[in-house]
């Protein structure tokens, strides 16, 4: 698993932690839901996630996002 994301990808980690799908994530970043889910793909590998689920799971484990962190 690599340790690096993006402050997108981490945005978007974010969001998903905090219930949100591509579809309401996308007019929050002003991007396209097929660019947030283009991300999610991404997260999801690097991660080795099935689903946003299981890739908040493993980047809360991973350090890469805690409960109580804000945006950037």
């Given at each position: 698993?690599?340790?690096?994301?993006?402050?997108?990808?981490?945005?978007?980690?974010?969001?998903?932690?905090?219930?949100?799908?591509?579809?309401?994530?996308?007019?929050?970043?002003?991007?396209?839901v097929s660019?947030v889910k283009?991300?999610?793909?991404?997260?999801?590998?690097?991660?080795?996630?099935?689903?946003?689920?299981?890739?908040?799971?493993?980047?809360?484990?991973?350090?890469?996002?805690?409960?109580?962190?804000?945006?950037?």
């Amino acid at each position: 698993m690599k340790s690096a994301i993006g402050i997108r990808e981490h945005n978007i980690l974010l969001l998903l932690r905090d219930g949100e799908t591509p579809k309401t994530i996308a007019p929050m970043l002003g991007i396209s839901v097929s660019t947030v889910k283009f991300y999610c793909r991404v997260l999801y590998a690097r991660l080795g996630a099935n689903n946003a689920c299981h890739a908040v799971v493993l980047a809360l484990r991973a350090g890469w996002i805690t409960l109580g962190e804000e945006q950037r």
